[in-house]
């Protein structure tokens, strides 16, 4: 049975989904300002985080707060905080293109500990809780169980502009493309791990994300049975800014691989 908190997760996360769907089916309505190169901040993405701000707030008041358009605001509680991503994949959204999702984590003492990942456009609702397992629409997901690199395929992202990390990338897509079944770059990284968790994808990587897009889906991949860790892998894959993720059977060849092409060291 799902525990309070998560009950308030998912409940903010449909209160914004309603709100995103209802954007979207208006996109070229939207009034679009550009943060970065390519990198989009929609009145839809401020509304969303407003929306789950206020309904997270509301039901756990002393909790810290890390999202996406608001930042850092630490609360009396030092050792819990939300991290939220309240329209991960602005692009396709922007786009009209029906691949994007809320992310909503739990941090407790530095560790993920309850996850929504919910894609609004196909109502696909994935859960975790740390030691529960993780759920789509309340039926258990697993990791795939596929052994072979040739039957298996990947996800990948780039972030806005490349921010560096673009020769990596492609180096790793040379030598990943001819051994697999193929690599994706679908441009949502929450709903990536959200399908490593599900099975639909086998792996997942990217160099330079951050915490927001990737803190959900980290536990629902480790809560269907994979392994999620940093390229450098003594780091916290939540805060490292790089994330290789995978099946049980596969993560040991599938993250030497990635980590041919190692990461340099936080500053
Ligand atoms: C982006 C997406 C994309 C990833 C980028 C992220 P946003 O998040 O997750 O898949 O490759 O690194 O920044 O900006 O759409 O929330």
Do not use: C
């Amino acid at each position: 049975m799902a525990s309070a908190n998560l009950n308030v997760m998912i409940k903010a996360a449909r209160k914004a989904g309603r709100s995103l769907v209802k954007d979207f089916r208006e996109v070229e309505n939207l009034q679009v300002s550009v943060k970065g190169a390519g990198d989009f901040v929609t009145r839809a993405d401020r509304e969303a985080e407003r929306v789950i701000k206020e309904e997270l707030r509301a039901a756990r008041p002393n909790y810290g707060w890390l999202g996406e358009e608001t930042g850092e605001d630490a609360g009396e509680d030092p050792t819990r905080r939300w991290i939220v991503d309240p329209l991960d994949g602005t692009t396709n959204f922007l786009h009209g293109l029906p691949h994007w999702a809320i992310s909503i984590a739990l941090e407790h003492k530095g560790e993920i500990v309850a996850a929504v990942v919910y894609d609004a456009a196909k109502d696909e609702m994935f859960t975790a809780e740390k030691g529960d397992g993780a759920f789509m629409n309340n039926q258990r997901i697993r990791v795939s169980g596929r052994r072979q690199m040739i039957e298996s395929i990947f996800a990948t992202g780039v972030p806005f502009g490349g921010r560096g990390t673009l020769p990596a990338t492609l180096a790793d897509l040379a030598r990943l493309m001819p051994m697999t079944a193929g690599v994706r770059r679908w441009g949502a990284a929450a709903l990536d791990l959200a399908y490593v968790a599900s099975g639909r994808y086998d792996g997942y990587w990217e160099r330079g994300i951050n915490a927001w897009d990737v803190a959900a889906g980290i536990l629902l991949v480790k809560e269907a049975g994979g392994f999620v860790e940093s390229i450098r892998s003594e780091e916290n894959p939540v805060t490292s800014g790089n994330i290789v993720a995978g099946n049980a059977l596969l993560f040991p060849q599938f993250a030497e691989i990635i980590r041919e092409r190692p990461e340099p060291r936080k500053a």
